[in-house]
């Protein structure tokens, strides 16, 4: 099946900076979707995101369909920001999830 | 709020015992996946529905079980349970199949056997 690599799997950032969490997969997916899992456990569905770039405040993604990857990148960190970012990705199958990449904000 | 309800939030029960975990879909989501997410597996997905029929499975265990109802809520049934079952259960809901398909997550159900 497809494989899903997060980097870097964890992160340490001072409030106030920025950062780039990346996803690769092993093969072309038709659908990809970041999340992020709040210290609480919960998973927030940020963007969906099979190609192209959104924005939705100082969040933003960017998927290079053909070179199989996506980006996510994080400005001015808050510490509301702390926890595990999930990248998913399908082919056919239901969502495959990465490993993730935990951040922690520091004030 | 995901508009994803799972019940209970937290269950504690002992090795060989059988629980029922329990998810309502977000209102019009005919779809529901469940999910488990261990320390050392990560996020792994267990079986999907679709408007009351399965689609797909994946790495369920033959102990583990699960149905949607004609109200579109769906349960998942542990047996058997052991040490190595504990872990936090997800379930999510979507509209629609296929690539255009955006999952929404409940809160969960973290489940512990002693």
């Known amino acids: 099946g497809i494989q899903v690599e997060q980097s870097p799997p964890d992160l340490i950032l001072q409030e106030g900076a920025n950062s780039t969490l990346r996803c690769n997969f092993s093969d072309s997916v038709n659908n990809l979707q970041w999340f992020h899992q709040n210290p609480w456990g919960q998973l927030i569905n940020l963007f969906y995101?099979?190609?192209g770039t959104k924005q939705n405040g100082r969040l933003s993604a960017t998927t290079v369909a053909t070179e199989r990857y996506s980006l996510l990148y994080i400005s001015s960190s808050q510490t509301t920001d702390s926890g595990v970012y999930f990248c998913a990705g399908r082919p056919n199958t239901p969502l495959v999830f990465g490993k993730g990449t935990r951040l922690s904000v520091i004030a | 709020d995901s508009g994803v309800t799972q019940t209970p939030k937290h269950l504690i029960t002992a090795t060989g015992q059988r629980v029922t975990l329990r998810c309502s879909p977000r209102?019009?989501?005919?779809?529901v996946y469940w999910y488990q997410q261990s320390l050392d597996q990560g996020l792994q997905f267990l079986i999907h529905?679709?408007?009351?029929?399965?689609?797909a499975k994946g790495n369920i265990l033959e102990r583990f079980s699960a149905q949607q109802f004609p109200d579109l809520h769906s349960e998942l049934n542990l047996s058997s349970l052991e040490l190595g079952d504990s872990a936090l259960y997800f379930c999510a809901s979507s509209l629609q199949q296929g690539a255009g398909e955006k999952l929404f997550f409940g809160s969960g159900t973290q489940l512990s056997v002693l």
């Open positions: 995101i099979p190609s």
């Open positions: 209102s019009g989501d005919l779809s």
């Open positions: 529905y679709y408007n009351g029929e399965e689609r």
